[in-house]
């Protein structure tokens, strides 16, 4: 029984016909933030609502971090804070 081979497969297989040069092709990085800038915090919540943050950054094709700190920024607002911004700018 013959065997069928996936095209795709085959084209892994083969063998490039000239290696880019590496530095070409990969872009410089990002420094590393310093770990003394961000912290990291764990929130408990109901599954609901965690599932809601999700959506809600799915539907704006964001993060579900950027959404925990749009909802941050207000209640420091309302808190007369001034925001994540003022916060840090302290």
């Given at each position: 029984?013959?065997?069928k081979?996936?095209?795709?497969?085959?084209?892994?297989?083969?063998?490039?016909?000239?290696?880019?040069?590496?530095?070409?092709?990969?872009?410089?990085?990002?420094?590393?933030?310093?770990?003394?800038?961000?912290a990291?915090?764990?929130?408990?919540?109901?599954?609901?609502?965690?599932?809601?943050?999700?959506?809600?950054?799915?539907?704006?094709?964001?993060?579900?971090?950027?959404?925990?700190?749009?909802?941050?920024?207000?209640?420091?607002?309302q808190?007369?804070?001034?925001?994540?911004?003022?916060?840090?700018?302290?």
């Amino acid at each position: 029984m013959p065997s069928k081979r996936n095209a795709a497969l085959s084209a892994i297989g083969a063998a490039p016909s000239s290696a880019p040069d590496p530095s070409e092709t990969v872009p410089p990085l990002k420094p590393p933030q310093h770990a003394k800038s961000v912290a990291k915090v764990m929130v408990y919540m109901p599954a609901k609502v965690a599932r809601k943050f999700k959506e809600m950054a799915f539907t704006e094709d964001r993060k579900a971090n950027d959404v925990y700190l749009d909802a941050l920024d207000l209640y420091l607002r309302q808190q007369g804070h001034g925001g994540i911004k003022e916060v840090v700018g302290r």
